[in-house]
């Protein structure tokens, strides 16, 4: 029997705000997330050994492609921008981990510390090795209230690490996501957990 959980977030970046939910559907052996806010869906299917699948749909600027997973291959094929995709991308044995935040106790399960992982690009479709570290407890506020969270540090596997790092936080009883701060385009994206339901 299929489990649904619902999460929304505010996500800041500069001076614009949005609200970003994800719906996390569980059932034997397999979850789906699907991630809706700022005109986009995406959609990831984890199996155990990772990723299998990867959609993502922006219909104001053209895109709507999908990706899947066949051994060390990753095959996007769809519309990006307007224009035509079919890439093949190679990777290695590690898992696929596509969209950050949710599934961390898919990707660290409990007893694990550190775990190397893909993640595909989606801007240009490069495939870059990363790594996700828990770094210990921290009390974070969350909407104004102290709150004991897991931090997780995602970085580039190897040398690359020192140049970039994204830090999330978890609640340690049931691993799910509340907080982020994430550099990208020129600045943090901050995420923060605004209401769950079911």
């Given amino acids: 029997m299929a489990q649904e959980s619902i999460s929304r977030y505010v996500e800041t970046h500069g001076a614009k705000s949005i609200v970003r939910e994800y719906r996390i559907q569980r059932t034997a052996g397999a979850v789906e997330v699907t991630a809706t806010g700022d005109g986009a869906t995406e959609k990831v299917r984890w199996l155990v050994t990772g990723t299998v699948s990867w959609q993502q749909s922006k219909p104001a600027e053209g895109t709507d492609f999908s990706a899947e997973r066949s051994g060390d291959t990753v095959r ?16 290695d ?8 935040g949710p599934l961390i106790s898919e990707l660290l399960p409990p007893g694990s510390s550190q775990r190397e992982f893909w993640v595909v690009n ?11 570290r828990r770094t210990g407890l921290e009390r974070i506020p ?30 340690p009883s049931d691993a799910a996501y509340l907080y982020s701060r994430l550099p990208e385009n020129g600045g943090v994206t901050v995420a923060t957990l605004e209401g769950t339901g079911n």
Wanted: without cysteine; charged residues 20%; proline residues 6%.
């Fill in 142 to 171: 969350l909407n104004g209230v102290p709150t004991d969270a897991q931090k997780v540090h995602f970085s580039p596997a190897g040398a690359l690490a020192l140049f970039w790092g994204a830090d999330f936080w978890y609640r």
């Fill in 93 to 100: 044995a590690a898992p696929w981990y596509q969209v950050f």
């Fill in 76 to 91: 996007v094929t769809g519309t990006f921008k307007g224009k035509k995709v079919a890439r093949e991308i190679r990777i």
């Fill in 122 to 132: 989606p801007d240009d479709f490069s495939a870059h090795k990363m790594q996700a």
